[in-house]
């Protein structure tokens, strides 16, 4: 079993929608929290992160850790058609700065 | 500023042949990182620089893997005798310091026939 597990859709959604993105992860030890997002061909973007748990809102994108679960999940309000990419979770032990442990990513699909 | 940056975007080599792929960070950035996606996959940790310290190796897969790191500025990722598996995505990634958050690079895209 891997240490994150993240559904890897495709999740297709109409323009305006909701959408909800999720990590499982089994390794209390993780911390810090973030959510990447990569177009087809490119490096992944830096969305947002988070320190332990809490809410944590940025505009359209709203991400929310749950330690007790081991689950964290990404929100992205009035989906647009550029919002598809795949998105990927990603963890550490001890700081930000330590090496990531990423899920295998979501592909999200927003049609106009 | 300038962002992470790698070259080559794209390299196609034979099968037990080295290759050589190249990471400059964003300038400033003490801290390092090699990273392997394999296709639809998630990304695989492979190594870490901090400044001076020695590197955190812990992710290569095997010995045909290295990497050196000048001072705090060019990284390279050196796979010996490549086998087809070696097939992926190869992300670099920088951070101003141990304590905060990694900035990828375009990644360059290893092809072993």
């Known amino acids: 079993q891997k240490e994150v597990e993240q559904d890897p859709g495709p999740l297709s959604v109409p323009e305006g929608a909701i959408v909800s993105l999720n990590c499982t992860y089994s390794n209390s030890a993780f911390q810090y929290f973030m959510w990447y997002r990569q177009y087809s061909r490119k490096g992944p973007e830096l969305l947002m992160y988070t320190y332990s748990s809490g809410n944590k809102e940025d505009g359209r994108f709203t991400a929310q850790v749950d330690k007790s679960s081991k689950y964290i999940s990404l929100f992205i309000r009035d989906s647009q058609p550029s919002d598809s990419a795949t998105y990927l979770c990603a963890m550490s032990v001890g700081n930000a700065g330590n090496m990531l442990t990423f899920g295998g990513g979501t592909r999200l699909m927003v049609k106009p | 500023g300038a962002g992470v940056s790698q070259s080559p975007s794209n390299k196609v080599t034979e099968k037990g042949k080295d290759v050589e792929l190249r990471c400059d960070p964003i300038?400033?950035?003490?801290?390092l990182y090699w990273y392997r996606q394999r296709l639809g996959q998630g990304l695989e940790f492979l190594i870490y620089?901090?400044?001076?310290?020695?590197?955190?190796k812990s992710g290569l897969p095997s010995d045909r893997f290295s990497a050196e790191r000048t001072g705090e500025s060019v990284s390279t990722l050196t796979i010996q005798r490549t086998q087809q598996e070696d097939s992926a995505v190869y992300l670099c990634?920088?951070?101003?310091?141990?304590?905060?958050?990694?900035?990828f690079g375009p990644g360059t895209r290893l092809l072993v026939l």
């Open positions: 990634a920088s951070s101003p310091n141990s304590l905060e958050t990694q900035y």
């Open positions: 620089f901090q400044g001076n310290s020695a590197p955190d």
């Open positions: 300038s400033g950035h003490t801290a």
